[in-house]
């Protein structure tokens, strides 16, 4: 893989912790700074659809086989979702929902629509803990793959039409309300993940054509989060598919992000940090245990860690991420053959 995506992947799961740790360090926005950073650093998901995109080109393109690769993606991603799932689901299912949050309620006496149906809900939609919506729907462009094959295979006058449409659609179509509707989150994300691919496919050109405009592309993206403040919008957009709310400007904001970074990083191609590449390498571990870390703080400290603390906002974020490489790295100590299939390391 490209070094300067491996940091890149860093970068990404930086901003996810971060925009998934506001309220539990008891931010507050108001102010326009603090809510121009809140808009910078909130959607980061975006960041890691775009390197997932990229990857699929870049690592699988050549010799992919649709079924190696799902059952791949089956061990590496979908069985430590329910591994770690399985007790946050128990909890909102059989113990009652006051210690997590429950979404789903039973629509009858009986144990069928007690327990199972709220039960698979939660497992295909993730709304049992922060960030858990994603895997469901990246299952789901993992099952699509065959149609991103077809889409490699076309022109680029194709494929340029194609993204065009699908982020026109995104852009009013929104985030889901609550990250709720898997099929919503594909419909949003697909442009991003297919810009991924194409941005792996042309990558030289993107290198050559974005070459020294790192700070072009950086004030382009300053411009964005000024004017989604400036207009009273705070963080990502989410509402019901088929509602107007306008247009959604951390779209374009998270889509230049991603080639300020892939441009940037590509300086340091070269570069090798340990401890940058520890981050990387476990970053899907910190993903999955980040949420965890959230929940149990949140509740030790009252709903609120802190109060409005940037310094202590700050110092929460790495000391999450620090928490959990290192049961990512201990775990893979003590288990090196299963630990992949528990915590994604």
Known sequence: MLNSFNHFRAIAIIFIVAGHSFYVNGMVFDSFFSI???NLISGGTALFV???????HYVFFKKFEYKKFIISKAKNVMLPYLVLGFLPIFILVYKGSEDFGGYFSPHGDDFFSMYIIPAIKYVFSGRF???YWYIPFIVVV????PLHMVFIRK??????????FLSLIAVFLHRPVDNIEVFQSVMYYTPVYL??????????????????????LLFVVLFFASFQTFIGDIGNYHKKPFEFGGGDLMFF???????FFMVWLNKFEKYNNRYVHSVASTSFTAFF???????FVGKLSGGSLAHDSWLLFSLFVFFTLVFCIIIAKVTKKIIPSYSRYIIGY
């Not at 775009?50 to 699929?56: A, P, Q, R, V």
């Not at 904001?253 to 080639?259: A, E, G, H, T, V």
Request: glycine share 4%.
């Open 36 to 38: 121009l950073i809140k």
């Open 50 to 56: 775009f390197i997932s995109g990229f990857l699929f």
């Open 129 to 131: 803990l922060t960030a």
């Open 142 to 145: 993992f099952i699509m793959s």
């Open 155 to 164: 022109s680029l006058v194709f494929q340029l039409v194609f993204v065009f």
């Open 195 to 216: 810009i991924g691919i194409m941005a792996s496919i042309y990558k030289e050109k993107v290198y050559d054509f974005l070459h020294g405009k790192d700070l072009v």
């Open 253 to 259: 904001q998270k889509l230049i992000l991603c080639f």
């Open 289 to 295: 245990l980040h949420p965890f870390i959230l929940w």
